[in-house]
């Protein structure tokens, strides 16, 4: 079942994520200094949001991916342990493991390919996804002062597999935000 016109628009707690025509690169933009959810637009069309609202907990990393052609749910398996899943209808479409909690790094794995995702640098936010030794994409945020976040990452990949891989980086910006606040 599809994302109504609706359902999409009625919070203000999402970030809206749009596509950069020239460059093919997602932007997200969160509407306030809380969000966590997102709105998901591409070429001006919104397609879909992220839910993470109806989850909130401490303890659970989990949210909802609503787009035209289904609802797909963000997870972890475990409360502090397991692998981050995408799923839709009861099959796994990725699946992310995370080897060391000391690390920010995620081996991904998607229909046909084995990827990472890593962290660039210790001083900076920016992620990069490698595919072997080559870097095909990268997630980060647009400025140092600002919640946007770039998501270039292939344009032809389906959106959901796009999203999630932001995920899994906005989770661990999450993380390092809670870590530094206590």
Excluded: H
């Excluded at 995408?86 to 992310?96: H, K, T």
């Excluded at 595919?131 to 990268?138: D, R």
């Amino acid at each position: 079942m599809g994302a109504s016109r609706e359902s999409l628009d009625r919070s203000l707690t999402f970030c809206i994520v749009a596509l950069n025509a020239e460059t093919n690169m997602l932007e997200a933009i969160p509407t306030d200094i809380f969000a966590t959810n997102f709105r998901l637009q591409q070429q001006n069309n919104l397609v879909g949001e992220v839910d993470t609202s109806v989850f909130r907990s401490v303890f659970r990393e989990k949210a909802r991916l609503e787009l035209e052609e289904g609802t797909y749910e963000l997870y972890r398996e475990g409360r502090f342990s397991g692998d981050f899943l995408l799923e839709r209808n009861g099959n796994i479409v990725a699946r992310a493991t995370k080897p060391s909690a000391l690390q920010n790094r995620f081996e991904v794995e998607l229909p046909n390919r084995n990827l990472v995702l890593r962290k660039l640098s210790a001083f900076s936010r920016r992620f990069g996804l490698f595919e072997g030794e080559k870097q095909i994409g990268s997630i980060y945020p647009a400025g140092i002062f600002t919640r946007r976040a770039n998501i270039d990452l292939p344009a032809d990949w389906p959106l959901a597999t796009r999203i999630f891989l932001f995920w899994l980086a906005f989770l661990m910006w999450r993380r390092r935000k809670r870590a530094a606040a206590s």
